[in-house]
């Protein structure tokens, strides 16, 4: 349904054309078994050191992986389509595959082909698909990878989400109008839903997101009794009620449907999903999918990259879990004043005190992915480098934490007493492994020497035996005189003895001539022979006792996953604290003072972005003051709306961003720039860029702008911020201001949030005029010399409205059609006034009936009054009809 999802070629690996009479292999056959169990992907089938795709697949990998498509079995009628790669380019070509939308399902040979009997045992071990990404080397260290699960119930949506690679596991129910903005929020790589879903029409726009792959599964996947017994069995629970799920619900079958796309796709343990979190709103300031856009919280608008965002400028954390905690809370900023503030709390702490703060950051660099890493162990994929790292990291706790005792605010003790050093995981690790363990576990060389004495001995057997080869070389040398006599080894005989041509006389008759080169002969005896048994035997023997002690270990720590799940979320925590006291410290940052009421009070505050990527001191900082009674300090009117006028370029953009971005950064808990601000609580935030950046895209793009306009005056409370950028743009002039005109008056009226209207429309400015609350501001401008510079100052007042024949006069436009242009500005502006001098905008009428004396009076016909005085019950019906008549005479004249 969805463009996005591509499936594997639909084919169950049956040869394209029809089969001729030939028969197909043993080999091919288990392939067709293979991938008839595994539609929808694409199968990469290993032989030997090779990861090879027939048919179909074959032709898919190679447009996408630049393979060249070669055949099996040529000379035949029908030869199979064929690409393939080497085994240990995996990771490489499964990134391309993963990114270009497909899924494929990895067929390993699960046995020793030097000892299967017959064909060598293949199973697929796992399904990689875009959401269930685990291995570091597909992922992006410091982005969390979701797999999202939608299931549309009968009122509401349930969506789950879950970040393999850590074990997150996340449920929530929502209104279907809710989704695009929560999958927005998340922006998982992979969305589940069922090839049936209910309002289908509803749902399939919602998912129609950029870079999102749409997997459909089957309805019963989503069948709700399966899913609540999938989740009770996979926690080992009764009932889900533990987790303050109601059973049945939409959140549960989502959360349940997943989890079975994921048992189904990886096929290995996942007990470090220890948990089903049901997240509840309210506690969170709401942010739109448009407003997050255009804030680049995360992403840019543009290019939608993470450099240049708010969060690239924040990030100040050192590892790849702070990382991605902190782009969690940036999406996510809270409500509560107290949890904000213990946050702030922390923050304070350690921006207050650098040398604490720069130990523990200097700590926290040398750390592991401790998320990654355990979820590794628990799936049983952890590499005994990988269990080498967590050890290593695990050994820079104690320090950590020393460093941590004695904190004054509550989060930090709450962190250092959560903070699990995991000594017996650590211990085990290092009793068990070397200090630097390799990648695989295959070749042997991870387990400590004096671990295991079984080992011990088998090693000393393998590396005497080597030794005995070189000294059977020199003794052999010797006996035969041949100088250049050589032990040399390979797979196919082993060990054997190697004489070049000038040599071949001196060969004593026990030699047993094995091969015959160009150049050389290669023998072998009886004696050699023995001694290479005995060391095959023993390192094979070490190699397969090293795995089996490893796996036990890999257990061993399995069993800790839990333990060592919270402590990864609390370095994540301590990362992200210091790293947002660092970014507040280097940059003279703020702490905000959050309260109740709906006020905004920014004193020289910056935007963080221009401010950070402009050379220090140029950026201009400005004060916001929204919703503050006018007596305040003394200062001009404090508006809960403020109205920006000024020419393209002043920074009319940049200050009401600038207020939204310190509002959204103060309730994530960081610190702001500027040098005071007292921020009300916004329960959401509302940012809409009007189509001036994009003029010319035509009709479409003032849709989008209407109807996101629409969701504001729908959605927003008393509560939110607003923030508007030439609303109304996309449209002709008069629309334009009227549209714009009646937004701010509702906003004012109606819905009374804070609300900063950025504008080049000067008209608007005569709205103050009648909304009380509301307040005209201006960008100051500098003439200088023959130009104007731009100060990028907010100054109260509405702005020069004669500005551009300003620039034009500066300019050099000859006076003359200076002097004209200004003669038609007059005429214009009083064609918009009436007679005493005010805008010709209609008349509102307040609630009740009530005449509101406004700027554009327009006087009531007499006959109204008339009307309403009318005693109809007094009257006959043609007393009633004759009335009428009159009335109606009246109005003729
Ligand atoms: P407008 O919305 O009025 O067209 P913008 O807010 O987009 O203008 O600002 C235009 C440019 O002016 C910005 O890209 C930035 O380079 C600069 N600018 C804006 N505000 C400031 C400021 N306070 N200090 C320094 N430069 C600023």
Redesign the pocket.
Known sequence: MDKATKTAAPTDGKPAKKAGPAKLSPMMERYREVKSQNPGSLLLFRMGDFYELFYEDAEVASKVLGLTLTARDKGSANPTAMAGFPYHSLENYLHKLIRAGYRAAICEQVEDPKKAKGLVKREVTQVVTPGTLTDEALLDPRESNYLASVFVGKSLVGLSWLELSTGKFLTSELELSQLPDELARLRPAEILVSENPAREEELLPALNLRGMVVSQRPPWAFAADQCRKRLVEHFQLKTLEGFDLEENSPGVVAAGALLEYVQETQKSSLSHIVRLEPLRRGGNLIIDEATRASLELTRTLREGRREGSLLDIIDETVSPMGARLLAEWLSNPLTEIKQIDARLDAVEEFSLDAVLCRGIRDELSKVYDLQRLTAKVATLRASPRDLGCLARTLALLPKLKAKLSGRGAELLKLLEADLDLCAEVRADVELNLVDDPPLLTTDGGMIRSGFDAKLDELRELARGGKAWIAKYQAAEMERTGIPNLKVGFNKVFGYYLEVTAAHWSKVPDDYIRKQTLKNQERYITPELKEYEDKVLRAEDESKLLEAELFTALREQVAAHVTRLKNTAEVLAEIDVLCGLATLASANGYCRPQLCVEPVLDIREG??PV?DKL?PTG?????DVLLGMPADDDGRASRGRVQIIT??????????IRQAALLTVMAQMGSFVPASEARIGIADRVFARVGASDELGKGQSTFMVEMTETARILNTATARSLVIL?EIGRGTSTYDGISLAWAVTEFLHDSIKCRTLF?THYHELTDLTATLKHASNWN?AVHEQGDGIV?L??IVEGAADKSYGIHVARLAGVPSQVVQRATVILETLEADHLNEEGRPTVPARRKKGGEKQLSLFVVEEHPVFDEIRNLKIDEMTPLAALEELNRIRQQLKR
């Not at 140029?618 to 400005?622: G, L, T, Y």
């Not at 000024?646 to 200050?655: F, Q, V």
């Open positions: 910056r935007h221009l402009q140029e950026f201009v900082p400005n000024g020419p393209n370029m002043a920074g009319k953009s940049t200050y950028d950025a960008v731009f990028h100052r």
